[in-house]
């Protein structure tokens, strides 16, 4: 079974690689697009096929004198003609099967990628038409120009648009780069690790920068756990447990089996080479705030990070305009923010797939006659038995989005456990604390 799917893609293996560009093209503007590499081995590939065509809202038939004299293929242009969702195309010049050639046929022999081509344009017209997104073709063309404006200006132009989202609000020029009305009290919400964020402008800014310093991660010193993106679970299960915590699933990376401990920031604020540093750790002090007086986003800093200097080794602003640094902080925020957001709705399809179990990290003591459970963790972890036992439909759709691959990275990093808890107790005997753990036997329930 296969979740539903955007578009379809018909064609003769010979042309691959010309339809390899198409996927790609169409799988930038946010569409969920389906061919054959995608065959599930062991399962009939024509029932399959046949499946995914059925479930697919369009379907893309990419005709060639190859294709033209495709069984296969005929049959797929067939099927996707009696559904009312045929988009032919020509990757090369040739004579339609009859019952074809009096549709209009987008020309892609010459396409190049280009937004300007005006049958590429027509052909994701009529993609638009079908799977409900008046906007891809400006998208398209959007995504050539480059440049956060162009795709700003899309986005508000077409805020119904599922990928809008991922532009609204973020996009702001350079230029634009002020302190709201009223300060920095107007910022929305508390971070943490930011203590006086203030909205970066050249105005109160202008003479600051940042501060080479020896072991810039000392501010993280203290924190046991740190909130982390899903694209990030690969990196960091080797090194830590990856948990979800909270009414909301919060992602988090575990540094220390005990509040207050980061075992793998050492004491003169060293950082571990085994350990995987969180984006949310390396933007500081950088940080993207709401505004409660606008919709928009305001890049931000912390205005008492040891690093922030007004006799820095890096300016924010050279000449009244953001400095290449700058920039490039801006950039790794806003890619920041789009990662967070794409964590919670993947957050959200585990929920909404009941595939969240509570857990305990448990300490089992030799204390008294019996010995007792000292619990050292209360969090959320996928359930890998109603992993398991999901429909084929929602584990293909898992699997298809990528989100098969981050569960098995959280799962694979639980193992991690057990060596965190012994990294504790020697940083903490070491420290002089070890009354601070309990000691004993350690499972997760």
Not at 52 to 64: E, F, G, Q, R, Y
Not at 159 to 180: K, Q, T
Not at 186 to 195: H, P, S, T
Not at 318 to 329: D, I
């Amino acid at each position: 079974m296969h979740q539903m799917v955007d578009v379809f893609i018909s064609y003769k293996r010979q042309e691959r690689a010309r339809v390899i560009e198409i996927h790609e093209a169409l799988v930038g503007l946010g569409l969920k697009v389906w061919f054959d590499q995608k065959l599930t081995p062991g399962l009939a590939f024509d029932k399959e096929i046949d499946r995914a065509l059925k479930k697919a809202k369009c379907a893309i038939v990419c005709w060639s004198p190859k294709a033209a004299r495709s069984g296969w293929v005929k049959r797929e242009a067939r099927l996707a003609k009696q559904q009312g969702k045929i988009v032919p195309a020509f990757l090369e010049y040739c004579s339609p099967p009859r019952g074809y050639r009096d549709l209009h046929i987008s020309d892609l022999t010459s396409w190049d990628g280009r937004s300007d081509h005006a049958e590429w344009s027509t052909l994701l017209d009529r993609i638009g038409d079908l799977v409900g997104r008046k906007g891809l073709k400006e998208l398209h063309a959007a995504r050539q120009v480059g440049g956060d404006e162009a795709l700003a200006m899309w986005a508000e132009k077409y805020p119904e648009d599922p990928v809008s989202v991922n532009y609204l609000g973020l996009f702001d020029s350079y230029s634009d780069l002020e302190a709201p009305p009223g300060g920095s009290e107007n910022l929305a919400g508390r971070v943490m690790f930011y203590k006086r964020p203030e909205p970066l402008n050249p105005t109160d800014h202008g003479h600051l920068g940042i501060k080479r310093v020896n072991r810039p991660f000392v501010f993280a010193r203290n924190s046991h756990a740190i909130p982390i993106t899903a694209t990030e679970f690969g990196s960091a299960a080797p090194s830590s447990p990856l948990i979800f915590t909270g009414e909301d699933r919060s992602p988090v990376m575990v540094l220390g089996a005990v509040e207050g401990l980061n075992t793998f920031i050492r004491r003169d604020a060293s950082v571990d080479s085994e350990s995987y540093i969180p984006a949310f750790i390396r933007r500081y002090p950088f940080v993207f705030a709401n505004d409660e007086g606008d919709d928009k986003l305001l890049l931000c800093i912390d205005r008492s990070a040891r690093i922030v200097s007004d006799t820095p080794d890096i300016p924010f602003f050279e000449n009244g305009e953001p400095s290449e640094f700058t920039r490039n902080a801006i950039e790794f925020c806003k890619e920041f923010e789009r990662q967070r957001r794409a964590t919670v709705e993947f957050v959200e399809e585990l929920q909404r797939l009941d595939l969240f179990a509570k857990k305990s990290a448990i300490v089992r003591t030799d204390e008294g006659d019996e010995g007792s459970n000292r619990v050292l963790a209360e969090f959320w972890a996928v359930d890998e038995q109603r992993l398991n036992a999901l429909d084929t439909k929602s584990f293909m759709g898992l699997k298809e989005t990528g989100a098969l691959a981050v569960i098995y990275a959280h799962l694979v990093s639980l193992l991690n456990w057990p060596s965190l808890y012994q990294r504790s107790i020697n940083r903490l005997k070491s420290d002089g604390k070890l009354a601070q753990i309990p000691k004993g036997s350690f499972k997760i329930l």
